[in-house]
């Protein structure tokens, strides 16, 4: 899994997209509700660099599977350090006040889906779970393609740690 998003995410294997994206559909329950999926944005610098925004991708095919509007509502407000080698307090300061819903009126009362590739320790996911909540959301879920398993340690300097299975 690791080497497939490392492929998909830095080697820019966009077709990855489409099985990463199965991936999330089969993790995300038949019952479940939704009323938008929303991807983690990137800075606009790192999204121009990378060509692409992976989470993105994922949300687009997320939404269009599962009918429902997939809307870039969030807007990263600031450029962050990559999080990869950043300890839980160092991410959750690296990303602290990052996001920006653009459009408050558009989520009153909305159960949103979050949508990203990789969830480390949650900070930026919590980043942004909170500036939807603060512009209305009723309920923001989160679904990735997979985790990274802090049990085991990463030597410093390694690119990325272990990643678990679909959550």
Not at 35 to 52: A, E, S, Y
Not at 84 to 103: E, H, Q
Not at 121 to 141: I, M, Q, W
Request: aromatic share 4%; with cysteine; net charge positive.
């Amino acid at each position: 899994m690791r080497k497939l998003i490392h492929l998909y995410k830095y080697g820019k294997v966009q077709t990855l997209a489409r099985p990463l994206g199965e991936l999330l559909l089969r993790a995300l329950p038949r019952d479940e509700r939704f009323d938008l999926v929303v991807p983690v944005p990137l800075h606009w610098r790192r999204r121009w660099q990378r060509g692409f925004n992976q989470a993105e991708l994922l949300a687009r095919l997320v939404a269009a599977r599962r009918a429902i509007p997939v809307t870039k509502v969030l807007r990263r407000v600031r450029s962050t350090s990559a999080q990869a080698g950043l300890s839980g307090t160092g991410r959750r300061r690296n990303v602290a006040a990052a996001f920006r819903c653009r459009n408050s009126s558009l989520m009153k009362g909305r159960r949103v889906l979050l949508i990203d590739d990789v969830m480390t320790t949650g900070s930026t996911a919590a980043a942004c779970a909170l500036a939807l909540k603060r512009a209305g959301a009723s309920r923001v879920a989160l679904l990735t393609v997979a985790r990274v398993d802090r049990r085991f340690t990463v030597p410093r300097g390694a690119a990325h740690s272990t990643l678990g299975g679909a959550i």
